[in-house]
């Protein structure tokens, strides 16, 4: 990041006291943020590792800031852009220039901007050449005039005024764009439409058929401030793919003039006291009302629900990124990976207790070719020649099969004393065609890869996904409908922050781990595997030293998040940063213990006084941090591993039945709720209504992906393949057939509008979303609601 350097230090010192403000914290503290990370500090080694700077700010903080700043810097960049121009053009007023300055958002500042803003030859600037400008000011400063009698004087063939009607055409087009760039007025109006206005949706002629899975929107309306994201995106989609038109509404209707029409009218000081110019003045109002600024306020209007839209499903698809790569690891465990399928096969993978493929294989239980006892048999003799632990089944197509297979190979084979495990397998495709695969699997067949994959994320879910393109992973909603920057900006954060918080073994990562390790780009994390394969495993941190290109600044960064275990210095294998050893080493001297000793001895280091080890570098803080990590070294901060059971007998949605109670593994959660894999390849929605006694704000305060719940099936529609769920086990299941009745489309359409503006009918979604590439859309699929 840099700073404007036309905005001066008194700009940036503005944005500074700005960003404090609005975080609640002390100015110094985000002044010493911002010069952490405009020297290149990462968020994760300033929250980690520069506490006593930032004064104990944390990475949530940190983030906030660091997208504030990235902000707030483009609006100082855009409001020097905007001064130069309006002052090169000779406009820029000591008046103006205070507004330009005082603009606290970019909307504001282009609303302020808009008169000066070069543009094509509108119909005002036509009208202005032709000597009209002193016609529209006379009337409006003087509305006892005659409009006609005064616009005879400004008739000019030569000048392309033919007649009286022209010139007051030409007066009209003066007003209206007077009116429509008034920057308080626009601000003013915008504000009204947005905490009055609705958008509205309608289904387009023909189009019911084709566009059913937005039958929620066919006949809907409801306000801006209460539109979820999930419906804006969802009825923008609609409109995208031609299935419904969209209107937004600034308010109820009513009878009248509207009262946008007397906001403009009163600004201006027009009003109709039977003067001969109040009429047409009335009628310019309401011109520039209908053709100019209600235009205008749409667009404006339209850009902000998509823009909230975007952040709130931005939010959603990295919290759930979040949850999924901190998922509970089954560690060096030897695990059987299953990539299932039919016609071609299941796909197996054997990878050994570090990751290593020792096994490859293809079986062909299912239809058509129904090798069952074949794959069994097959299945077995690999588990037993690699004493294998764990069984990964991909859970995308003959996932049900599959795990009955390996059901099957559990109970056929006790002592091999095998556990099945359901592994998502979004993104697994995606690694399989890619580049890295290529170079990590050389000789192996792409279709065999994806096994690969689904074994190793079971072993480790973190160290597996960051060799997909988080957006491939695909936990989040409408994915394929947001901001390309902004999402990628969001996601690689996230797993910034993640594979920094737990920690990276320097001597078995991939390049792509590497590469989102603190201070680390790819390059460099090519130049790590490159070293570590040609000199062997690193046996130290300080030999990161010796890694080409990797400098004092970069081993500054990364340095704290490598683990160096079983290496010459005990806390190579911790959090602790090198900077820090000598903190350590003091602790040792006091205690009279080696180092060694001392790691994990928590009744020696429960003994030391943390203030006893403040120095000048080092603060309170700090040292705490240090004696948490020394009796826990190493520690991963996720979850212990645990495993879902899915009924037996229960394996396809027509064995479901209301009241069921089940266990299920989470699989995604949205703004309406959360989807639940129960083992019937339809995943099952438990609507945001139905997962709790008290009110949700947020699906994910009550399930994460990855989650393993109890739930109880509501309703199961088998025709349209949707399953309501509930986390509220006493809820009393719908009749059969009585829930599908209701949404089968025979309410009224204004009952309809009122409950889907309410938040939709209990347990589904107001709206269903179209298919997408990602696992969110698969969990729609699934679901029914695709």
Not at 292 to 306: A, K, N, Q, S
């Amino acid at each position: 990041m840099t700073t404007p350097g036309s905005s001066g230090s008194k700009a940036v010192g503005s944005i500074e006291s700005r960003i404090a403000e609005e975080l609640g914290v002390r100015e110094r503290q985000v002044r010493a943020a911002v010069e952490l990370l405009d020297g290149g500090s990462t968020v994760p080694f300033i929250a980690r590792y520069r506490k006593e700077a930032t004064e104990m700010l944390d990475d949530a903080q940190l983030r906030t800031l660091e997208e504030r700043l990235r902000y707030l810097r483009e609006l100082e960049d855009r409001r020097t852009a905007i001064l130069d121009s309006v002052r090169e053009q000779g406009k820029l007023t000591g008046e103006l220039e205070t507004a330009i300055r005082a603009a606290e958002t970019k909307a504001r500042l282009e609303d302020i901007y808009l008169p000066f803003k070069p543009k094509r030859r509108t119909k005002a600037q036509i009208a202005r050449e032709a000597g009209l400008a002193p016609l529209a000011e006379g009337l409006l400063g003087d509305p006892s005039v005659d409009p006609h009698a005064a616009a005879a004087a400004f008739v000019d063939a030569g000048k392309g005024v033919a007649d009286t009607q022209a010139a007051l055409d030409g007066a009209r087009s003066i007003l209206t764009e007077k009116f429509s760039e008034d920057a308080d007025l626009i601000g003013e109006l915008r504000e009204r439409m947005w905490g009055r206005g609705r958008l509205a949706a309608k289904v387009k002629d023909g189009k019911e058929e084709a566009g059913a899975k937005f039958a929620d929107y066919f006949d809907f309306a409801e306000p801006f401030t209460a539109l979820p994201s999930h419906r804006v995106l969802a009825m923008l989609r609609g409109e995208k793919e031609d299935v419904l038109d969209l209107v937004l509404e600034p308010e109820e209707a009513t009878e009248g003039p509207s009262s946008y029409e007397g906001i403009v009218a009163s600004r201006f000081g027009i009003a109709d006291r039977g003067r001969p110019g109040d009429k047409w003045l009335t009628d310019t109002v309401r011109w520039a009302w209908r053709t100019r600024l209600l235009v205008h306020l749409g667009i404006d209007l339209r850009l902000r629900l998509r823009t909230a839209a975007e952040d709130e499903a931005v939010n959603v698809f990295a919290a759930n990124l979040r949850d999924l790569l901190l998922a509970a690891p089954a560690g060096t465990r030897a695990t059987l990976g299953l990539d299932p399928g039919f016609r071609t096969g299941v796909k197996v993978a054997v990878v050994d207790a570090t990751g290593k493929v020792v096994a490859t294989d293809v079986i062909h239980p299912h239809v058509p070719a129904n090798r069952w006892d074949e794959a069994i048999a097959k299945l077995a003799r690999l588990a037993g020649e690699h004493a294998v632990d764990l069984i990964a089944i991909g859970n995308g197509t003959a996932s049900r099969e599959t795990d009955k297979l390996a059901g099957e190979l559990i109970a056929r084979h006790p002592e091999l004393k095998l556990t099945k495990v359901m592994v998502s397998e979004a993104g697994a495709s995606v690694y399989s065609a890619s580049a890295f695969a290529s170079q990590e699997l050389p000789d192996m067949d792409v279709s065999l890869r994806g096994a690969v994959s689904i074994a190793r994320r079971l072993q480790d879910p973190l160290a597996e996904l960051v060799k997909i393109d988080p957006k491939s992973i695909g936990v989040g909603q409408y994915q394929h409908d947001l901001s390309e920057v902004k999402l990628s900006r969001s996601l690689d954060a996230v797993v910034e922050d993640c594979v920094n918080g737990v920690g990276v073994d320097v001597n078995t990562a991939s390049a792509p781990l590497l590469a989102r390790v603190s201070g680390i780009t790819s390059g460099l994390a090519e130049n790590i595997v490159s070293h570590r394969d040609a000199n062997g495993p690193f046996s130290s941190r300080t030999e990161l030293k010796k890694v080409p290109r990797l400098g004092p600044k970069a081993y500054e960064q990364c340095a704290g998040f490598l683990r160096i275990r079983g290496g010459s210095d005990p806390l190579d294998a911790s959090s602790v940063h090198p900077e820090a050893y000598p903190v350590v080493r003091r602790m040792v001297k006091t205690a009279g213990q080696e180092v060694a000793g001392l790691v994990g001895n928590t009744s020696v280091l429960r003994s030391l006084r943390p203030a006893d080890f403040v120095d000048e570098t080092f603060g309170l803080p700090t040292v705490t941090d240090i004696l948490k990590e020394l009796e826990k070294p190493g520690r991963d901060p996720r979850p212990a591993f645990k495993t879902a059971t899915f009924k037996e007998g229960v394996e396809k949605i027509s064995d479901l039945s209301s009241g069921m109670v089940l266990e299920g593994v989470v699989t995604n959660v949205a703004a309406f709720g959360a989807f639940v894999d129960v083992g019937v390849h339809q995943d099952g929605l438990v609507h945001v209504s139905a997962m709790s006694k008290t009110f949700v704000k947020d699906p994910r305060d009550v399930a994460k992906p990855g989650d393993i719940v109890k739930v109880k099936v509501l309703d199961v529609d088998i025709p349209r393949k949707r399953i309501s769920l509930t986390l509220r086990l006493d809820d009393e299941a719908a009749p059969q057939g009585e829930q599908k009745k209701e949404r089968g489309g025979n309410r009224p359409p204004g009952q309809r509008r009122r409950q889907q503006g309410s938040g939709g009918g209990k347990g589904r979604p107001s709206a269903a979303p179209a298919p997408s590439n990602d696992a969110m859309a698969d969990a729609l699929r699934r679901a029914g609601l695709a």
